[in-house]
């Protein structure tokens, strides 16, 4: 091609319209939940409008009924009484903890 077409080109995509941005086409993001209670690191969309939300670290969520897991193995917490995940319900706009949210160690009352 020569220079002079290549050139013409480039200048007659210059004058195309601009390509609408996902910011710029009036869409924003919704806040639903102001705290879900612990670090979402990590997320998995499940069927039924749920979704789980799980991190290693600490939470804000205790475990129901005083529940904790015991791990004499585990150095950095031996007695665990957090969730560590928790279910998000989308169409109840809803946190609570995973029902396998004890990861380490047997479950106890």
């Known amino acids: 091609m020569p220079p002079e077409t290549t050139l013409l080109c480039f200048f007659l995509v210059l004058l195309l319209p601009p390509h609408a941005s ?27 409008d749920r979704m789980v939300i799980f991190d290693f670290g600490p939470s ?3 475990l129901p009924n005083g529940r904790c897991c015991r791990d004499s193995n585990d150095r950095a917490l031996t007695v665990d009484c957090i969730a560590h995940s928790v279910e998000y319900n989308v169409g109840t706009n809803s946190i609570h903890p995973s029902p396998s949210s004890p990861t380490s160690g ?4």
Do not use: E, F, R, T
């Open 60 to 62: 804000n969520i205790s």
């Open 22 to 48: 996902a910011s710029g086409d009036g869409s924003k993001w919704n806040l639903l939940l102001s705290n879900v209670g612990i670090s979402a690191m990590h997320m998995q969309l499940l069927h039924a």
């Open 106 to 109: 047997a479950p106890s009352a």
